[in-house]
């Protein structure tokens, strides 16, 4: 095999790695375990607030009551996002959150919200709205 064929069979193999949508229920979430609406315990909150910490959203999983405002807290030294993914909520986004700032939003329609940060691919949320 030549070497501009080997180089061939390796782009096709980059093409297929990267297509869309493998393993992710949803277009742009990576496939974190526990995610997916099944897992939501205890009754509604409507003071909400969730650290990012560790390039993770905690608490990841969240019962919301209607209404509810949600509060973000960058506790990380690196920049982090709050980009909704499922469109519920018209794709509510934040800007940039540096270290040591804060994101809120409140949510007043029911329905299940998964969020994400657009810069740590497996920084992902998610919100049940009662
Ligand atoms: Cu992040």
Redesign the pocket.
Known sequence: MTAARLAGVAGALALVLAAPGCGSDEEGFASVPGMGGKEFEGAPRSDVRID?KD?RFGPRQVKLARGATVTWTNR?Q????VTEGNRVYNDFTSPDIGPGQTFRHTFREPGEVRYR????AN?EGEFRVE
């Not at 690196?78 to 996002?81: C, P, S």
């Not at 940060?117 to 740590?120: A, D, M, S």
């Open positions: 990012m390039i990380d690196v920049a982090h996002t940060c657009t810069i740590h920084m």
